[in-house]
């Protein structure tokens, strides 16, 4: 019985401790290169992720003053990327996105 109880204390340890979608908190502003994208059924950019910890979520809705498709090149050669996030229910959104 008290392996029964420590085992469900350690479970509801480590969910409380994670963010909603179980990823890692994303700084606010963040530096790094570009070492994922995953893209949605249209082909478009959904999501990216930096360094390897950080995935974003790109908002579709808003206008980041150039193409997306650039990032696929910043993942390509390597070049970082200055990336400007807000949480959204625990996940992290670009709020903007530079060339760094």
């Known amino acids: 019985m008290r392996i029964l109880l420590l085992g469900a204390l350690l479970v509801a340890s480590a969910c409380a401790s994670s963010p909603a979608g179980g990823e890692a908190p994303v700084p ?5 290169a570009i070492t994922e994208i995953a893209r949605g059924d ?21 206008d980041y003053g150039f193409n ?18 807000e949480s959204r229910y ?3 959104y670009a709020v903007e996105i530079l060339d760094a």
């Open 90 to 92: 625990g996940v992290a």
């Open 68 to 85: 997306l498709e650039h990032l696929a090149e910043h993942q390509t050669t390597g070049d970082p990327v200055r990336v400007t996030t």
């Open 28 to 32: 606010r502003e963040l530096t790094g």
């Open 42 to 62: 249209g082909g478009e950019i959904e999501v990216f992720t930096v360094e390897g910890t950080h995935r974003i979520r790109i908002d579709q809705g808003r």
